[in-house]
């Protein structure tokens, strides 16, 4: 179990640029909490990771193929049936899947 408190600065290490605040920091753990197939598991002591959260975890499975996407990020509408995009760690790009 952690705390956002814990989860927060953590997540700021991996960033290049910080730009995010805890508040949306907040509002992302409350969404993957709150999806139809939940990643984490919200307590009032903070979050665990659930079974599905794991998977996406271990990148065997994929958070938006299992609890569906419908945003704008950057330009780029998400949706159900579009191309997926994500980062190509070996080429250090951005792809389709």
């Not at 950057?74 to 760690?89: D, F, I, P, T």
């Amino acid at each position: 179990m952690h705390k956002p408190s814990e989860l927060f600065p953590a997540a700021q290490r991996l960033e290049e640029n910080i730009w995010m605040g805890g508040s949306t920091f907040r509002q992302y753990l409350q969404g993957l909490a709150k999806a139809r197939q939940p990643l984490l598991r919200s307590e009032a002591s903070g979050f665990e990771t659930t079974p599905v959260g794991q998977l996406v975890l271990a990148r065997k499975e994929d958070h938006g193929r299992v609890n569906g996407i419908n945003r704008w990020l950057g330009g780029v509408h998400l949706r159900n049936g579009a191309s997926v995009w994500r980062w190509h760690e070996a080429n250090q790009t951005i792809r389709a899947i």
